[in-house]
């Protein structure tokens, strides 16, 4: 069976900084696009950030310059580091993987999720 854990979230000050890991079994993440929503109750999933397998990688302007997404192919792992936090980063994180014929910015890209961290960020 296919999981995608993710982990990491939690409480900070805003201006601090975060790395959230999301951890695959059952699938190797070098064979898909890789991504990560965020979403607040009653609003529909954010997209974040994404890597292909060549490294090439995808950012939503909100987050550009602060975040960054990476690989640890040893680890089947992804991390998403988020640096210079915002209040309005506060949100459910969660990470996907995907290999859809659509946009690597769109939520039906993505076959897999996880069931996502909190990360609040405090003003």
């Known amino acids: 069976q296919v999981q995608l854990v993710e982990s990491g979230g939690g409480l900070v000050q805003a201006g601090g900084s975060v790395r959230l890991s999301c951890a695959a079994s059952?699938?190797?993440?070098?064979?898909?696009?890789v991504g990560w929503f965020r979403q607040v109750p009653g609003k529909e999933s954010e997209f974040v950030a994404a890597i292909r397998w060549s490294g090439i990688t995808y950012y939503a302007d909100s987050v550009k310059g602060r975040f960054t997404i990476s690989r640890d192919n040893a680890k089947n792992t992804v991390y998403l580091q988020m640096n210079s936090l915002k209040p309005e980063d506060t949100a459910v994180y969660r990470c996907?993987?995907?290999?859809?014929?659509?946009?690597?910015?769109?939520?039906?890209?993505?076959?897999?999720w996880g069931q996502g961290t909190q990360v609040t960020v405090s003003s």
């Open positions: 996907a993987a995907g290999s859809g014929s659509s946009s690597t910015r769109t939520f039906a890209f993505y076959d897999y």
């Open positions: 059952g699938l190797t993440f070098s064979s898909y696009v």
